[in-house]
């Protein structure tokens, strides 16, 4: 497939405006756009120069120039809108979280392989190139096996019930919003799969999760901690504490810059790699190499399913559940 490739978005908010300033400062065009509502769709396709504004996701999925749907909505709409696209033969790279529990994702992940679809989470950490470097340096041996991992992610949102945050109905919560983030990265050098998962959590008063820690241990003696706020602001940190050294990264969820500390000399040195402003388009790049060539291995989907597994059972423990969840 050597032309273009035809990128459509469902959803107009933050994040979404993020991804549609990437394309334009990489010079392509987003072929068209769904929101909640029409006028928003067209504001959005005014500002960023789309070409189509579609008057749902059933009128998107019936175009058939549109390759890449690229979805942008609260947590709890993913599922039945990821569905509709990969039965539309497209494919999909969908927010964080991908889905709200592991059900769900498989049930998806499915579906894609059985349509040969690319199906990825839209996890910036991913496709930083500085992980990339490091998680070299750590296959080669350069820092030796990486022993304990701690990240911390905390926001200061004001609270309001009516706030995707703060708001069951939307999937809201520290886990699912934040904690995504944490997890991912603390994923992205373990071994394997966690073997044990503990955590405390203290909720808000809407009954999504405000304050929690957790912690992993896999079989090959690995251990990690995660502690999240959605109502207390901490620094966006991850240290990785190898046998030869400790990496600490801050601003970890869009990183460039990494320090590494020796752990004999006490030397630290700093590591750069790529750039933070360039985050959405390694994304973007990332995806359509993966549906060019069919290899979508760089997308870490494994690594996906393995975050949202934890974060399900962590929500079980924790007695949980979002209203689709409780009727479905």
Same mark, same amino acid.
């Not at 989470?121 to 750590?138: D, F, G």
């Not at 504490?241 to 400790?246: C, D, L, P, T």
């Given at each position: 497939m050597d032309r273009e490739l035809n990128w459509a978005f469902i959803g107009t908010g933050t994040i979404a405006n993020q991804m549609a300033t990437a394309f334009s400062d990489a010079g392509r065009r987003i072929l068209g756009v769904t929101g909640r509502s029409y006028s928003k769709a067209e504001s959005f396709a005014l500002k960023y120069g789309v070409g189509k504004v579609y008057c749902g996701v059933d009128d998107l999925c019936a175009d058939p120039e549109v390759d890449i749907v690229y979805i942008a909505t609260p947590n709890n709409t993913h599922y039945g809108q990821i569905k509709q696209c990969l039965e539309a033969g497209k494919h999909v790279i969908a927010e964080k979280a991908i889905t709200l529990n592991i059900s769900e994702l498989k049930q998806? #992940?499915? $579906? &894609? %392989? =059985?349509?040969?679809? $690319?199906?990825? =989470?839209?996890? %910036?950490?991913?496709?930083? /190139?500085? !992980? +990339? +470097?490091?998680?070299?340096? #750590? *296959? $080669?041996g350069e820092l030796g096996k990486a022993r304990i991992i701690t990240a911390n992610f905390g926001s200061f949102k004001n609270y309001d019930p009516n706030n995707r945050f703060f708001n069951m109905e939307l999937g809201g919560g520290a886990l699912l919003d934040i904690g995504v983030y944490a997890l991912s990265a603390v994923r992205l050098f373990l071994d394997s799969d966690p073997s044990n998962v503990f955590s405390v959590m203290v909720p808000a008063q809407s009954g999504t999760d405000d304050l929690s820690a957790i912690a992993l241990a896999t079989e090959t003696g690995q251990v990690a901690t995660v502690a999240l706020s959605m109502h207390s602001k901490q620094p966006k940190r991850i240290m990785v504490?190898? =046998? +030869? &050294? !400790?990496? =600490?990264? /801050? *601003?970890? /969820?869009? &990183? *460039? %810059?990494a320090y590494i500390t020796d752990a004999q000399t006490g030397e630290t040195r700093q590591l750069t790699a790529g750039e933070r402003s360039k985050a959405l388009i390694y994304e973007i790049e990332d995806m359509e190499r993966a549906v060019r060539t069919g290899d979508a291995s760089a997308m870490l989907f494994g690594h996906t399913l393995s975050v949202m597994d934890t974060m399900t059972a962590i929500r079980k423990e924790w007695g949980l559940e979002y209203p689709e969840e409780k009727n479905g």
């Open positions: 998806l #992940s499915r $579906i &894609a %392989t =059985e349509r040969g679809l $690319i199906l990825v =989470e839209a996890q %910036t950490i991913y496709h930083m /190139p500085l !992980y +990339k +470097k490091l998680k070299r340096m #750590s *296959d $080669i504490s190898f =046998e +030869k &050294a !400790y990496v =600490e990264i /801050p *601003d970890y /969820p869009r &990183a *460039d %810059t």
